[in-house]
Structure formats: C-alpha cells, structure tokens
C-alpha cells in the first residue's frame, strides 16, 4: 500500500494497525473534499446572517450563551486552541500520535465538521513528513471531545506547538517547515472542529486492541510450551470437548492449541501416569483464552466502526447546524475497561502456570528449576516479580469507565474517562509480556531439563526462538535483562509465526 486515499468510510482497524509499518503517502479523495467545502459553506451562511449556532459564534462550553461579534470569530478559535493546551504527562507514542493524525483526518473528511480542507491538507502533510506533534497524555476526561490533547495537535497547525522528527523536538516555523507547508489561519469553527473529537481515546483504545491480540497469541504458544513442560494432558483440549460449549472464541483457541499440542518425546513419557486432572490453568486455557478472544473481537467491531465516525460539535447536515454529544467517549471507554480485565486475566493465569513449574508438580523438575536446589534460588524471584505485576494489574483493571466528574462549570457533568481507559489497558498490556516472558522462560528451562526427550516439533520451533534471544539458564544469574528482551520481542511478534493462523478468523477484519 504505497498510498491512502481517505474518503471517510473506507478506513479498517487492518489498516491502522499496518499503518507504521507500511507508511503510505495519505491524501484526501476528492468526493471527501467537496463534502468538506460544502460544510464550510453553511458555516460562512451563519457567520453572514449572523444566525446563532454553538461554537461558530458564540463561547464554548459553560460560556455557550455568550455570543460572539463578527469580528472576534477568528480571534475565538485561536483562544480556544491556545487556552486548551493544558495536556500534561509525558508524550503519546510516535504508533499513537500517527493513528490520532489518520483518524482525525479521516473524520473530518466526512464533511460534517465545517472545516477547510486546507486544514486537513496541512494536518496530512505533518502525517507524511512524520512530523509527529507533541501530544502529551494526560488532561481528557473522554467528554466534550479529548481537548486538551488535540489542542496541542492544533497548535502545531498554527505553527505555535512542539512536534517530535528524526529524533529531533521542533517548535513552531521549524516544525511546519519540516513538513514542507506553512501555518493554517484559523477560520470559524475550524479551532473547535479539530479539537473536538474522540481520536485520541480511539487511538489508544486501538493500539491496546492490537497489543492484547499479539498477547493472547503469544500466551497460546507460551501456554502451549507449558503443558510439555508440565507433562500435562493434550485431552482439555478436544474438539467434542468445546464444541458442545459453542462459543467461538473457545472453539477457535482450542484448535490453535491442538496445531501445537501433536504429539511428542515428552508426551509419549508419561502416558498411563497417575494424575488424573491438571490445575485450571493448564485445563482451562481455551476457556478462558477463548473468553478473551471474544473479548477482543467484540472490542474490534466497536473500534472498526469508530474508523469512520464523526465524533465533534456542532454537525454540518446541509443548511443546518445541529449540537449534540457525539465526542462522548463512552464506547471507547467501554471496550478499553474490557479489554484490560481480559489483558489482566492474561497474566493472571500465567502467573499460576509459572508457579506450577516451579512446585516440582512434574516429578521431573527441580524446585524453582534450580541446578542445585538451596545453593542456587533458579527462577524463585522471577516468579515474584510476576506475581507483583500481576497484583498491580488488579488495580489497574478497576473501570476507568465506572468513574465520571463533572468539569466546565457543571454543563459537562458526565464524562466517559476513555483516555485513562486506555492509557492504563497500554501499561496492563506492558505488564502482561513481562509476565509472560517469566513463563516463557521457566517453560523453556524446563523443556531443557527433560532432554533428551522433545516436545512437538511446533513447540521445538517456539523453544528454538526463544533460545536466540536468552541463552540456556546454566544456572544462578541476573533474570531482569532476560525478561525485558523476551517482553520486547513478544510485543514484535516473537511467537505468533509459529501458530498455524491460515483460515483463523481475523479480528481486524
């Protein structure tokens, strides 16, 4: 994909989730700016009848009964970007602030938003350039639209913002003239249209979509690796077994591990073994994975549509101008609350898996996987560290959406919170490739320790990956530098390729 046209309906969650990776010239189609003019239009009608409509000609928010003289309507939208520009935190991510510039684009092109495509023009060329504005993270309450964030997207338009390129911070003409245009000249309404608007929380919602789907996959492989590890039984994972519980997400994770469980060196080694049941979280992996696939998947539909959505106030429709609540966020929070119990239970349930190695249930294994048990502790503090992160992620997992607080002098007095919603899912997220990178490397320990038997020739491909990245544990050493390195490679990707996903439905379809 060498180049996006965005015409405001066509834009999928597959595409914003290869978006870094293929960076396509973006531009608008040319129905899109027609649309876009005709809304401007209507909105330079009202300003010459001088007809009262929100945000065009009269204060924002609390202060929407003021109205506004002709000759202050531009001096207005510059106000409102400059004065909402109190984001605080550190910055969004290079992934997140690309997405919030394709996704405000794209929404302003369906041509409700009465905004110049100058504008968007000016927007597209800081996306192609990879002039990436300084977006910190925090200061929206997912209600009136994530203001305080786009603002700082505004202000890099009108050449008074902070935009990171090639490494470097540039401010101001420096930042416009990285991106090859000039500063836009703010017309009225245009400020409130680009402030306006739920990109921010969709974007993070997004990048938590696709970050839970690389680690459920990854927790399938890992999980996988476990049950060789364990000696535990392939029979929780039959076909009749799930399909009589008729659940789609079951259904599908069950026969993912199927693809790895075939059969092996280790398997054949304890067959007619006394144990009759594995603990839960062996048995019921499909289960609860599966839950968490449907999880994501609904998540995605919600998400899919949101691409293509029109989230600011006032409406362009013809001749009218109408005000509603569209930047409510509440859907968007909804589904990143989700997200984050399913990503909690993720590393829930792997935690316990990293405990059952290292308990000797497999008469096989050393305690903690120690060489020599007492003189030398093996993966004891590993598995600490894992049970902390995952204590740490029971909090976080509490809804942001459950909470609101009233801003604006009570005129906006319900709020969705969907940015904190999703920046917390992200740090859930973090949390989960730490965990599962202690599992991954206790499980692969603990193959090492039953050769020279083998496991399927699938789960040797996942071992053999994670051996080019972590030598073979030989024996007391420092695990933290282990950890991070398996953690990075998971969030690239390191397991998925070894899952046979041909035919497996696509959750950004």
Not at 281 to 297: H, K, N
Request: glycine residues 8%; aromatic residues 4%.
């Amino acid at each position: 994909m060498k180049k996006l046209s965005l015409t405001g309906a066509d834009l999928t969650l597959k595409t914003l989730a290869e978006f870094d990776r293929l960076r396509p010239q973006t531009v608008i189609n040319q129905d899109a700016l027609t649309r876009m003019q005709a809304s401007v239009d209507t909105v330079r009608r009202v300003v010459e009848t001088g007809r009262v409509s929100y945000g065009i000609n009269t204060g924002f928010g609390a202060l929407a009964r003021e109205h506004i003289s002709r000759d202050q309507l531009i001096q207005l939208q510059y106000n409102l970007v400059r004065s909402h520009a109190c984001g605080l935190g550190e910055p969004l991510s290079p992934g997140v602030t690309r997405r919030i510039l394709l996704l405000k684009a794209n929404s302003l092109a369906i041509g409700n938003s009465g905004i110049r495509p100058l504008v968007v023009d000016t927007l597209l060329a800081l996306l192609n350039h990879d002039v990436l504005p300084v977006i910190p993270a925090k200061g929206s309450v997912g209600a009136s639209g994530d203001l305080a964030p786009l603002a700082h997207l505004a202000l890099a338009l009108i050449g008074e913002g902070e935009a990171s390129h090639a490494g470097e911070i540039l401010r101001g003409p420096a930042l416009l003239s990285a991106a090859n245009t000039k500063a836009v000249r703010l017309e009225p309404k245009e400020g409130l249209a680009l402030l306006n608007g739920t990109q921010v929380s969709a974007a993070l919602a997004m990048e938590g979509l696709f970050q839970a789907r690389e680690a459920l996959l990854s927790s399938i492989a890992i999980g996988a690796l476990t049950v060789e590890a364990m000696a535990g039984s392939y029979s929780p994972f039959d076909a009749r077994i799930h399909a009589v519980r008729n659940l789609p997400g079951q259904i599908l994770v069950s026969g993912l591990f199927r693809g790895l469980l075939t059969g092996s060196g280790i398997w054949q080694s304890h067959q007619g073994c006394d144990r009759v049941q594995d603990p839960y979280a062996l048995r019921c992996m499909p289960q609860v994975f599966g839950a968490i696939w449907d999880t994501l998947a609904h998540a995605a539909r919600i998400l899919g549509k949101e691409c293509n959505s029109v989230s600011d106030n006032p409406l362009i429709f013809g001749d009218e101008v109408l005000s509603g609540g569209n930047f409510h966020a509440e859907s968007l929070a909804f589904v990143a609350d989700f997200m984050a119990i399913a990503a909690t239970e993720l590393g829930n349930i792997s935690e316990r898996r990293t405990d059952l190695l290292l308990r000797k249930v497999n008469p096989r294994l050393e305690m903690f996987l120690a060489r020599q048990p007492g003189v030398e502790s093996g993966f004891m503090i590993a598995h600490v560290t894992a049970a902390a992160l995952a204590s740490e992620n029971k909090t976080l997992a509490h809804p942001a959406s459950a909470d609101t607080i009233p801003t604006s002098a009570g005129q906006e007095d319900h709020v969705s919170m969907a940015p904190w919603a999703g920046l917390k899912l992200l740090q859930i997220l973090e949390n989960v490739r730490y965990i599962l990178a202690i599992e991954a490397l206790t499980a692969a320990a603990a193959i090492d320790a039953q050769r020279p038997l083998k496991t399927t020739p699938q789960l040797e491909k996942v071992h053999a990956r994670l051996r080019e990245h972590v030598a073979a544990h030989d024996g007391d050493r420092r695990l933290d530098g282990d950890i991070r390195r398996i953690a990075g490679e998971l969030k690239d990707g390191l397991l998925v390729g070894c899952l046979e996903l041909e035919g497996v439905a696509d959750l950004y379809a």
